[in-house]
């Protein structure tokens, strides 16, 4: 797995992109920080972020604990990660085990762009 900043925009928000499946090697050789940190340092928590999935092809179940982990960090530091563009084995896999709403899923960057939108008004 490869994070990648993409853009950040004026807009408030961040744009990353996840290269390649999500497993449990991803976290093994890493030294306690979460890989969203390597792409935007120690306070990535704090930002809203639109995380593209559409270069992941499989994730296993220590990625789906990660993407979880990674909202609730979120969440609790004042920021919004929003997931879009999963392929379909990837979408399918989140809504069998019902996610998509836990996950902030959704279909492409415009619709994510929208949800992060519509809760920025919120807070």
């Not at 961040?14 to 290269?19: A, K, M, Q, S, Y």
């Not at 497993?23 to 593209?52: M, R, V, Y």
């Not at 992941?56 to 929003?82: E, M």
Request: net charge negative; with cysteine.
């Amino acid at each position: 797995m490869k994070v990648s900043l993409l853009s950040i925009e004026k807009a408030g928000y961040v744009r990353l992109g996840i290269e390649g499946d999500i497993t449990s090697h991803d976290f093994l050789d890493s030294d306690g920080k979460n890989p969203l940190e390597g792409a935007l340092g120690p306070g990535w928590a704090s930002n809203n972020i639109l995380l593209s999935l559409e270069q992941t092809h499989f994730i296993d179940s220590s990625a789906i604990g990660w993407l979880i982990d990674c909202q609730r960090g979120s969440k609790s530091a004042g920021g919004t990660l929003v997931l879009h563009s999963a392929p379909p084995r990837v979408a399918d896999l989140f809504n069998m085990l019902k996610l998509r709403s836990a996950l902030n899923l959704q279909d492409n960057e415009s619709a994510a762009r929208d949800f992060l939108a519509v809760g920025a008004e919120a807070k």
